[in-house]
């Protein structure tokens, strides 16, 4: 839903972490692309001591910031887990692709990485802007702070169902909200993502849309 967990959310998560003797996986997603405001402190550097240690494994992928077939991710662990967690790896997974490795670290030492991702968060929030145009200050829309897509609700189940229908059939895919919850009927709406379209394919398939929320309201 986009939502971004608060300051004082993680920080006493970090605490009940360390009281219960836990781990706290911090998958710190799409992190690097954030709209609204300066990117936010991970739990993994507000839980690290001045030795490095602390009770978060900060984990992450190239796969938005470059692209999915380059299949390199990437763990942050506090230092006493780094040997435990090298012999884990070596057992369980084969080796890594090493030219691709060191061809990242070679371009993210060079400052291009940063430079990349710095373009493409412009990109994004101008596609971005851009579906929330063409949709229309009318259209309620959750998210858009960070990521790569936000949410439209939609008041029925049946709605959603014929929203989506009727989209295929103009070969526009739209992905039903209701799909991403835990329990069989949940709530109605579509995710809409605009990273990977142009802005002229968004105005045509966002400029469908309106005219389809404007008929259902």
């Given at each position: 839903?986009?939502?971004?967990?608060s300051?004082a959310?993680?920080?006493?998560?970090?605490?009940?972490?360390?009281?219960?003797?836990?781990?706290?996986?911090?998958?710190?997603?799409?992190?690097?692309?954030?709209?609204a405001?300066?990117?936010?402190?991970?739990m993994q550097?507000?839980?690290?001591?001045?030795?490095?240690e602390?009770?978060?494994?900060?984990?992450?992928?190239?796969?938005?910031?470059?692209?999915?077939?380059?299949?390199?991710?990437?763990?942050?662990?506090?230092p006493?887990?780094v040997?435990?967690m090298r012999?884990?790896?070596?057992?369980?997974f084969?080796?890594?692709?090493?030219v691709l490795?060191?061809?990242?670290?070679?371009?993210m030492?060079?400052?291009?990485?940063?430079?990349?991702?710095?373009?493409?968060?412009?990109?994004?929030?101008?596609?971005?802007?851009?579906?929330?145009?063409?949709?229309?200050?009318?259209?309620r829309?959750?998210?858009?702070a960070?990521?790569?897509?936000?949410?439209?609700p939609?008041?029925?189940?049946?709605?959603?169902?014929?929203?989506?229908?009727?989209?295929?059939?103009?070969?526009?895919?739209?992905?039903?909200?209701?799909?991403?919850?835990?329990r069989p009927?949940?709530?109605?709406?579509?995710?809409?993502?605009?990273?990977?379209?142009?802005?002229?394919?968004?105005?045509?398939?966002?400029?469908?849309l309106?005219?389809?929320?404007?008929?259902?309201?």
């Open positions: 839903m986009g939502a971004t967990l300051m959310r993680r920080l006493a998560l970090i605490d009940r972490a360390r009281r219960r003797d836990a781990w706290i996986i911090e998958d710190d997603y799409d992190s690097e692309f954030r709209y405001s300066a990117p936010l402190s991970a550097g507000l839980a690290a001591r001045a030795d490095g602390g009770p978060v494994l900060y984990v992450g992928t190239f796969s938005k910031t470059m692209y999915p077939g380059l299949r390199l991710g990437y763990v942050v662990l506090p006493a887990l040997g435990p012999r884990a790896n070596v057992r369980q084969r080796e890594g692709d090493y490795q060191a061809a990242l670290a070679e371009f030492h060079g400052g291009g990485y940063a430079r990349h991702v710095a373009r493409m968060r412009r990109l994004y929030a101008r596609r971005q802007q851009c579906l929330r145009d063409v949709l229309g200050t009318g259209t829309l959750i998210g858009g960070a990521g790569l897509h936000v949410v439209l939609l008041d029925t189940r049946d709605g959603e169902r014929r929203l989506v229908a009727a989209a295929a059939e103009r070969g526009i895919a739209l992905a039903p909200l209701s799909g991403y919850f835990m009927r949940g709530d109605p709406g579509l995710v809409l993502g605009y990273a990977n379209a142009t802005e002229a394919g968004i105005e045509r398939a966002g400029g469908w309106a005219r389809r929320l404007r008929r259902l309201r």
